[in-house]
């Protein structure tokens, strides 16, 4: 019988039990051992694990609660801001206004504002927070000759609540005047006439219901529905000089075309024209038009852009 056999056989494998059992409690033991050791090491660092799991846990909830505020959900943009962008804004407001401050000022409270009518009102605000914040915190510091406004287009009427309120921060007394279709949703040539992403109609009813958040001057305003382009629009609200005109209705380059030359012709001496959407990939309709309105005899000189608006001054 040679070694191998002899250890294989059953009265080898009694003999050596003894000598195997001793030999597991010794590897037992030693496993133990380790095992006491480094979970005796872990063990401070689990009240820190802990403690960042609920950390993160509140953080979630925080968040959640931040998205519903400003977040996407039920308007179709999102109103968070990103620290490039809004130093990109305060930049751009600061070239027009030759004032910094004013210009960091303004646009935190047009972005506070557009947050309160959003929350509080029916509808939304077209664009980009950018663009919104820009165009409220812009025209009051390029000191309008006078207080007659008119937006061509207004969706919700929300973005001219804004506006209201914004000139009221600045110590003016807004006239309003909207031109919209209403339409039922919102008339964009080449584009879906879908519903709005916040449900709400584009309705004369809507637009009144903003306005009424922007306290007198809201409640006062002259709404008239119909196209920019219609000779009895222009006619009806054509009866005065205006110190700001917010164009943004139809966005084909034809459409604002027609909008800057009926603008020539009622816009007071030194009156801010603000053309929405200008530079924006999708409606270049719009940066054509003003180019080409600006290459042939115009009152208008071109101030600068914030976001996604042009500004200009006529004379
Ligand atoms: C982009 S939205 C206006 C957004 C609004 N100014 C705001 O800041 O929330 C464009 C609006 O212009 C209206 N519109 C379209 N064609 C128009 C036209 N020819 N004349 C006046 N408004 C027009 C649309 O129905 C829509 O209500």
């Known amino acids: 019988m040679n070694s191998r056999s ?40 689990r009240p820190d694990t802990e403690q960042l799991v609920r950390d993160v846990e509140q953080l979630r909830r925080r968040q959640l609660t931040f998205e519903l505020l400003v977040g996407p959900h039920g308007r179709g943009v999102s109103r968070m801001v990103g620290e490039a962008s809004l130093e990109h804004l305060y930049t751009e407001v600061a070239a027009m206004s030759g004032d910094r401050d004013a210009a960091e000022r303004n646009v935190a409270s047009a972005f506070r504002l557009l947050v309160a009518l959003e929350s509080l009102g029916v509808g939304r605000i077209a664009g980009g927070t950018m663009n919104i914040c820009g165009k409220l915190g812009t025209i009051p510091l390029l000191d309008p000759p006078n207080d ?133 990939p999708s409606w270049p309709g719009i940066k054509e038009a003003l180019d080409d309105h600006l290459k042939g005899d115009t009152r208008f000189a071109y101030l600068g852009k914030a976001a996604r608006s042009a500004y200009l001054r006529a004379s």
């Open 148 to 280: 007659e406004i008119l937006e061509i287009g207004t969706l919700y009427g929300m973005f001219s609540a804004g506006l209201v309120r914004m000139m009221e921060r600045d110590g003016r007394s807004p006239n309003l005047t909207i031109v919209d279709p209403f339409a039922g949703v919102q008339l964009q040539p080449g584009t879906d006439e879908r519903q709005d992403p916040t449900g709400t109609p584009v309705d004369e009813h809507a637009v009144r219901t903003n306005l009424g958040l922007a306290g007198p001057a809201g409640a006062a305003a002259r709404i008239r529905q119909g196209f920019s382009e219609d000779p009895e629009t222009r006619a009806a609200v054509s009866d005065r000089s205006y110190g700001v005109i917010v164009v943004d209705g139809d966005h084909s380059a034809k459409g604002v075309a027609q909008d800057l030359e009926w603008a020539e012709e009622i816009a007071a001496p030194g009156a801010i024209v603000v053309l929405d959407d200008y530079g924006d």
């Open 6 to 45: 002899l250890l294989r056989s059953s009265v080898s494998r009694r003999l050596l039990r003894p000598v195997a059992d001793l030999i597991d409690q010794r590897i037992e033991r030693q496993v133990r051992s380790t095992v006491r050791r480094t979970g005796a090491q872990a063990a401070p660092a």
